[in-house]
């Protein structure tokens, strides 16, 4: 047996699996998700002077001073929360390292992580590779067609918590159902949290890519939850850069201290002239 028990108990990506054969035919590719547009010219031009000022050595393993200022300012303007960017937000190589690092700097083997499914099919793995227990929590249709909506059952979200519980993963916007959880529904996750002493982990990626009315809140802002969440986000959609890697977490010091160390040696630090 020349590979892991861990690495049997997965598959490769499905989506960047769909994605290649998706170029090798000529097909529309409804697998990946990407903007398929241009990113904005004031982006590449930063980049292309970064470079040409020869930003090109390490940057500190967990990002930029000036760029972590910015996004502490970008959280204070959209989730009316002061974050401080020296001890609570950690840059990464996109928000998948975010999510895995975070996952292993905070979970143990056996502890179990709750996952809401259909899922982005990065989090059963990433829960696998800290040596967790999954426990599936299924998001049901309601309705059809465009009138979709898609609910848990608070009495199954309930069943999975228990005394080995550790971790929730929320992804709202939800990657593939499109599910903006509600403010009801942000609360019942947000009270077995604080129930059963267990941490969030929010992947929050689509965050400003919403429809119909509906409005995205930030679990982290529930009453006594930013102190046991890690709020998972990056450049990758809302700018049309999913190439460039640039993901970030934000979490409260205890948290972001282990956070900082497990990224530093999955993979030091992101492109620095990015």
Known sequence: ???????????????????????????????????????????????????????????????????????????????????????????????????????????DPGDEVVVFEPFYENYGPDAVLCGAVPQYVPLRPLGRGQSTEWAFDPEE??????????????????????????????????????EFDAVALTDEIYEHITFDGAGHTALATLPGMWERTVTVNGMSKTYSVTGWRIGYAIAPPALTAGIRKVHDFLTVGAAAPL
């Open 157 to 194: 979200l309930r069943a999975a918590f228990g005394p080995r519980t550790r971790a929730i993963i929320l992804n709202t916007p939800n990657n593939p159902t499109g599910k903006v959880f509600s403010a009801e529904e942000l609360e019942a996750v947000a009270g077995l949290c604080r």
């Open 1 to 107: 047996m020349l590979t892991s028990i861990k690495a049997q108990s997965f598959q490769e990506s499905i989506i960047r699996e769909m994605t290649r054969h998706a170029l090798t035919h000529g097909a529309v590719n409804l697998a990946q998700g990407f903007p398929d547009f241009p990113c904005a010219q004031e982006l590449k031009d930063a980049a292309c002077r970064a470079i040409q000022a020869d930003v090109n050595q390490y940057a500190i393993t967990w990002g930029a001073q000036a760029f972590r200022h910015a996004l502490a300012a970008k959280t204070r303007r959209f989730l009316g929360r002061e974050v401080d960017p020296e001890t609570e937000i950690t840059v990464t190589c996109g928000s998948t390292e975010a999510m895995i690092a975070s996952l292993l700097a905070l979970v």
